[in-house]
């Protein structure tokens, strides 16, 4: 049966080729990035989206100036509330703690709650590799781990598979009658990850934010996974970016509203599970062993280069769902646990096992729709150019790249070079039109990679600035003025 993935084995331009050529996933990218950015724009349009923009983005370049005070507080509250804090420079340096915590607490089973940075580190294959046996839990990642792949989007990991697809899966790993019907198939998922939950040991969870005054790890779920992950286990860790902070509960419920709002369009989730500590004496409920690690892995790095602002991030893949790129290929051609406009600018920064990664800047149109939908107004396009601008300066970028922006910065200098460039593109094209009978089906050389999937515009025979003076002489002449 013909499904809607793509070979994640392939090089970067192949995998693009796949997922271009795949009507089934662009069926289902079609479907769900459309629903969740209308989602998103009537959730905005409800409440001052300005003012609720503005504010999250003050709080977070707060967070930035002062996360070494911030995380040393953070780890205060953590250990007076009764937990641990561990701290980890590398991916490998977070594998190491949580296996050590794992064989001290004899760990068989762990269940974990969607994460994107334990994506990033490859903590499951890491924990598979120690000998113990690991769960997803949150529906689209359960479906995901049981096809095989990693997530295609940072809110819904399973964005790129259509029901038929799923139900399809469903009947061929856990026996699920033929049907398409969405609750006997979630239904199917409930049972088999209940039993998951009752035998776990150990429970991971990601963070989408931590609070620094009281020591809280928050996580924002729609399923309950997230807070049987935190509760049921005798163990819970969480995992996070060191960016993963707010100062206040205030600021924490700031926060919350912005990414409701901007990931799925709600005015608050199902659930948003709080953890302070383990269970004190007394309380019914709650693991006995509470660690948070808190993750580097690149991204002090990222705000010494220049690119702290992509660190406010808050991961609602907003700017995913309205990127045409993205729209159009979807998350697993760009070959990086993150994807879209977000994913281009961190993916060269973190310290990832990326192929092509300088390649991802060029994923983008630059049309700013990412900067607009961001609901922390990150200024995705122009860190975009500036990456563009490394890969250039680093000799990254090919020489077709790097020959073509020359060359366009030369054009741009002066304007008789400029006028000289656009006249000869309209006698070009023209001339290759009327060669191709009107349309312009080849190209040569490079520029043959245009005309492979679309048709090249014919340049208009007149520039913008030469009608205009003709216009403007006409009517200078009507109203009788001299023309010099
Ligand atoms: S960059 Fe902005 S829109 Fe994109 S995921 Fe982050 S917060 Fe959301």
Redesign the pocket.
């Known amino acids: 049966m013909a499904t809607s993935t793509i070979d994640l084995t392939l090089p970067y331009k192949a995998r693009v080729k796949g997922a271009l050529n795949n009507k089934h996933l662009r069926i289902a990218l079609d479907r769900a990035t459309g629903r969740m950015a209308g989602q998103r724009v009537a959730a905005m349009t409800a409440v001052d989206s300005q003012l609720l923009r503005s504010q999250t983005r003050q709080m977070k370049e707060y967070v930035m100036r002062h996360l070494p005070d911030l995380l040393e507080q953070l780890e205060t509250n953590v250990m007076a509330n009764g937990g641990q804090v561990h701290w980890a420079q590398e991916a490998v340096d977070v594998q190491r703690v949580i296996v050590e915590i794992a064989r001290k607490a004899n760990v068989q089973k762990v269940v974990k709650s969607k994460s994107m940075v334990s994506e990033e580190i490859h903590l499951n294959q890491a924990l598979q590799q120690a000998g113990m046996r690991v769960v997803e839990t949150d529906l689209g990642e359960y479906i995901i781990q049981l096809a095989g792949e990693p997530p295609s989007h940072?809110v819904a990991p399973v964005l790129h598979r259509r029901l038929e697809d799923i139900a399809d899966l469903f009947q061929r790993e856990l026996d699920m009658p033929p049907t398409l019907d969405p609750q006997v198939i979630c239904g199917v998922a409930r049972s088999s990850l209940r039993k998951e939950f009752l035998s776990a040991d150990m429970g991971i969870s990601g963070c989408n934010f931590a609070i620094a005054e009281t020591g809280t790890c928050c996580i924002v779920t729609n399923e309950g996974h997230g807070r049987m992950t935190s509760s049921m286990p005798r163990v819970y860790v969480v995992v996070m970016g060191i960016e993963k902070l707010v100062p206040t509960v205030e600021d924490a419920f700031l926060q919350y509203q912005a990414l409701c709002r901007?990931a799925v369009g709600q005015q608050c989730s199902v659930y948003l599970s709080m953890t302070s500590g383990p269970r004190k004496a007394g309380e019914v409920d709650g693991p006995e062993e509470f660690h948070v690690i808190l993750l580097d892995n690149g991204r002090l790095d990222m705000l010494a280069r220049g690119y702290g602002e992509a660190l406010c991030?808050?991961?609602?893949?907003?700017?995913?769902n309205v990127c045409p790129v993205f729209r159009e290929i979807g998350g697993h051609a760009y070959g990086s646990t993150y994807s879209g406009?977000?994913g281009a600018v961190i993916s060269p920064s973190l310290h990832l096992e990326v192929t092509d990664v300088n390649r991802l800047p060029y994923a983008s149109t630059l049309c700013g729709a990412?900067r607009d939908?961001?609901?922390?107004q990150?200024d995705?396009p122009r860190m975009l150019v500036e990456l563009r601008r490394d890969a250039v300066k680093a000799k990254d970028a090919t020489v077709f790249d790097r020959t073509a922006i020359q060359g366009f910065a030369y054009t741009m200098q002066s304007r008789l070079r400029y006028e000289a460039a656009g006249k000869m593109a309209g006698l070009g094209t023209s001339l290759l039109a009327g060669l191709s009978g009107g349309t312009i089906r080849f190209m040569p050389g490079p520029l043959a990679a245009w005309t492979d999937s679309r048709d090249f515009p014919r340049f208009a025979p007149r520039s913008f600035r030469a009608q205009w003076a003709e216009r403007t002489r006409g009517r200078k002449e009507i109203r009788g003025e001299t023309l010099k």
């Open positions: 940072i901007s991030c808050i991961r609602c893949g907003a700017c995913l406009p977000i990412c939908a961001c609901p922390v990150i995705l």
